[in-house]
């Protein structure tokens, strides 16, 4: 299992900007990909945005396409999240995940609160 942390989350305004960061307790290079989940209470969790280790490529969930930005530095074991334009409906609560088996996130962080207010 891998530890993950994450930080950032925080109340902003409709519009407003957060960068999300997920540090991870292992070197990331030794992982499949990382990716960002959200969750609101009473619904399923679900995926953000997601970046594979092996050539870089991204995923986004359409909602967010344009507007969020998931990066990665390997120097600093850590994953970003860029959110722009943020929206009430953005409002969750956002989990970091790991995939050490291929095609499977089964590490996750605790989770860290955004809260865009309209």
């Known amino acids: 299992q891998v530890q993950l942390a994450e930080s950032g989350g925080g109340l902003v305004q409709a519009g407003g900007s957060l960068r999300l960061s997920c540090a991870a307790s292992?070197?990331?290079?030794?992982?499949?990909?990382m990716g960002w989940f959200r969750q609101v209470p009473g619904k399923e969790r679900e995926f953000v945005a997601g970046?594979?280790?092996?050539?870089?490529?991204?995923y986004y969930t359409d909602s967010v396409k344009g507007r969020f930005t998931i990066s990665r530095d390997n120097a600093e074991n850590t994953v970003y999240l860029q959110m722009n334009s943020l929206k009430p409906e953005d409002t969750a609560i956002y989990y970091c995940?790991?995939?050490?088996?291929?095609?499977?996130?089964?590490?996750w962080g605790q989770g860290t609160q955004v809260t865009v207010s309209s």
């Open positions: 970046i594979r280790w092996s050539g870089g490529v991204t």
């Open positions: 995940a790991a995939q050490t088996k291929w095609n499977e996130y089964d590490s």
């Open positions: 292992v070197r990331t290079v030794s992982l499949y990909a």
